[in-house]
């Protein structure tokens, strides 16, 4: 499963999609991806909602936020807990030349310890070892220029399934801002922080997509 987006200037807060698997790439924000073709709703680790890549208010740093196991047929909405799968693989892919090629590939995978507690491990932050551990639901840093979290969250997108269908019908828009069909339902989610120059390789423009795997 892969999302992906472009930004002109690496900061724009945006929420990005796929339709039924398949992408594409732009210098603007358009949708996001809520629902999905049949064989990705039976893996809601697979299935990623959004990517969020914006200015984390102080010019220095850019966020990305990738999420996955929102709404979805096989996993009942709301859940109580995070989706945590130590099979699965999630790499946020960062362009910062203009070729279409990514070059930053940062990713992080889920263990569980002894004590049966799930832990993240990162690998491939630009500055940091090529490996850095921590535990989930908390924030830590990753080497000297970027801090991570990952853990359960409400879904941070917003739509009005309503209004969307009433404009279909009518050809008007019809959204509502107080008609949110994803209130209260949760996400799965993971958050970098990081120095902007160090991920943009000074001042370029960068292009963001990410990408979930499976290993069985």
Not at 140 to 153: E, L, S
Request: one cysteine or more.
């Amino acid at each position: 499963m892969r999302k992906n987006t472009g930004s002109k200037t690496g900061l724009a807060a945006i929420a990005v999609a796929a339709v039924c698997g398949g992408g594409w790439w732009a210098s603007t924000v358009l949708a996001s991806d809520h629902d999905e073709a049949p064989l990705v709703k039976m893996d809601a680790a697979q299935d990623i909602t959004d990517l969020y890549v914006f200015d984390s208010g102080d010019g220095k740093t850019t966020t990305i936020i990738v999420c996955w196991a929102g709404f979805n047929d096989s996993r009942p909405q709301p859940d109580d807990a995070p989706l945590f799968d130590s099979k699965a693989l999630y790499t946020i892919w960062v362009d910062n030349d203009g070729d279409n090629e990514a070059d930053h590939a940062i990713r992080w995978r889920y263990g569980v310890n002894a004590q049966d507690q799930f832990g993240v491990r990162w690998e491939g932050v630009p500055g940091a070892d090529p490996q850095v551990a921590g535990p989930v639901e908390t924030v830590f840093d990753v080497g000297r220029f970027a801090r991570v979290w990952t853990g359960h969250a409400d879904d941070p997108f917003f739509f009005d399934a309503q209004g969307y269908l009433e404009m279909l019908d009518s050809g008007m828009v019809m959204f509502d801002s107080t008609r949110d069909f994803l209130a209260g339902l949760n996400v799965t989610a993971a958050a970098i922080q990081i120095d902007t120059d160090i991920l943009a390789a000074g001042t370029n423009p960068i292009q963001v997509w990410a990408t979930a795997a499976r290993k069985e």
